[in-house]
């Protein structure tokens, strides 16, 4: 059975499955009990999240609030089985309120972009209507929400300032995971704004929301062990600047090659669908048109 794993004093970490890896669901027990995330699906609900919350003593019905990272399906996919089963009061940043509401909708959206690169939206994929809304920097069960946009608009970080761990469900990219071939971020001016912001925290521990590389681990320990992660990933997406715009100059302009381009110069598996990189891809190419590439 998938247990939580503590990573810090009162912080938990479940590795849910997703699509061969996982998907962090992180458990917080300080002033409450806070569920962060629940994974893809409804299913995980049942046959993993419950099961891990009943080995530590209690269950969904325990928990004071369900929060996000974001509004992506991989991370908000058990929300609503959450409510049904136990009516567990729901937060999230309030510029995500809507997506929460349909994350099916907005996962469409994503795909809609890119139409000929991209899978279905997971049908299943279903949203909840929020309870309260939090705003930057806001306080909730000793973690300070921390809104760090790039990988979304709507994408946090939870900070615990007592024990210096900062969990960042997908905030902190590196260069992706296996199935996305390279990070991915919509914002790449808010992407470098985040990781500059969350440098300034001076976190001791990373603890991140699927096993990105190059680390490949769920935690990175260590004052200068994390300031080094986050200065990785900004250089990976430096190295991206200077990759795409090599590409240019050769008479590339196709956002799939470019993306194809981005994948093979960083060592990463082709996925089965570019649509992930191609937004990569357009975050760069909207950076270089409007001159915020280095901001």
């Not at 960042?168 to 296996?178: I, L, P």
């Not at 986050?230 to 302009?253: C, H, M, P």
Request: aromatic share 8%; glycine share 12%; hydrophobic share 45%.
């Amino acid at each position: 059975m998938l247990e939580f794993q503590p990573v810090a004093a009162g912080i938990y970490l479940l590795e849910t499955p997703f699509n061969g890896l996982w998907s962090g669901v992180y458990l917080v027990r300080r002033d409450g009990n806070f569920l962060i995330d629940s994974g893809a699906t409804a299913a995980g609900v049942d046959e993993v999240i419950r099961p891990a919350l009943r080995a530590l003593g209690f269950d969904l019905s325990d928990l004071d609030a369900l929060l996000c990272t974001h509004s992506h399906g991989d991370h908000v996919g058990g929300h609503r089985r959450i409510r049904e089963l136990a009516g567990v009061p729901c937060g999230v940043l309030e510029a995500g309120a809507d997506k929460l509401r349909d994350p099916l909708k907005y996962s469409r959206l994503i795909r809609a972009a890119f139409p000929g690169y991209s899978p279905e939206a997971p049908a299943g994929l279903a949203g909840v209507e929020p309870d309260f809304l939090l705003r930057d920097q806001e306080t909730i069960g000793g973690l300070q929400l921390i809104h760090t946009p790039g990988h979304d608009t709507d994408t946090v970080c939870f900070w615990d300032r007592e024990t210096g761990a900062l969990l960042t469900g997908d905030s902190v990219q590196g260069a992706g995971t296996c199935l996305q071939g390279c990070a991915l971020y919509m914002d790449l001016p808010g992407y470098r704004y985040s990781l500059r912001r969350l440098s300034g925290l001076a976190p001791a521990l990373l603890v991140a929301g699927h096993p990105y590389l190059p680390w490949n681990r769920a935690v990175i320990a260590g004052t200068a062990a994390v300031a080094a992660a986050l200065a990785e990933a900004r250089s990976i997406t430096e190295r991206y600047d200077a990759v795409l715009a090599a590409a240019r100059q050769d008479g590339i302009a196709d956002p799939a090659r470019l993306a194809g381009e981005l994948i093979r110069a960083g060592g990463g598996r082709f996925p089965e669908y570019l649509f992930l990189a191609m937004h990569t891809v357009a975050a760069h190419l909207n950076a270089f048109k409007t001159g915020t590439a280095r901001f």
